[in-house]
């Protein structure tokens, strides 16, 4: 999850928290991202009558698509604690959900580094 805290010279400063244990994330490589989706059977030789209701991407996401921010330690806890086999949880490298949502959000690294020079010049 996002939170506000407040930083050792009293401003505030955003930060990623684990959604189990409620730590922040201080190492990115240490972190992933995960979600619930539902479950479809796949049709096996041994029941060959049994088929998949596939579903669009959208429907078979669990609480819209909602997003938890994990220590990987904590993964296997939270998702028992949250449904656990009853739901698929996919997942993927914290580092990775920055850059998807870099790139989603029609920023350019470019204009990353743009505002970083910015910042630095404005003291943040």
Same mark, same amino acid.
């Given at each position: 999850m996002l939170r506000v805290i407040k930083t050792g010279s009293g401003t505030s400063a955003p930060v990623f928290v684990c959604d189990h244990c409620k730590q922040r994330i201080e190492n990115s490589g240490l972190a992933l991202c995960t979600w619930k989706e539902i479950k479809t059977r796949q049709p096996t030789? @041994?029941?060959e009558n049994e =088929?998949?209701?596939f579903l669009k991407q959208q429907a078979s996401?669990?609480?819209q698509g909602e997003l =938890?921010?994990?220590h990987k330690v904590c993964a296997d806890q939270f998702e028992m604690a949250h449904g656990g086999n009853e739901y698929r949880w996919p997942w993927l @490298?914290?580092?990775d959900l920055l850059f998807f949502?870099?790139?989603n959000s029609g920023i350019t690294f470019e204009d990353l580094?743009?505002?970083e020079v910015e910042r630095e010049e404005m003291g943040w």
């Open positions: 030789e @041994e029941s =088929y998949a209701i996401l669990v609480e =938890y921010i994990l @490298e914290f580092i949502l870099t790139s580094q743009r505002v």
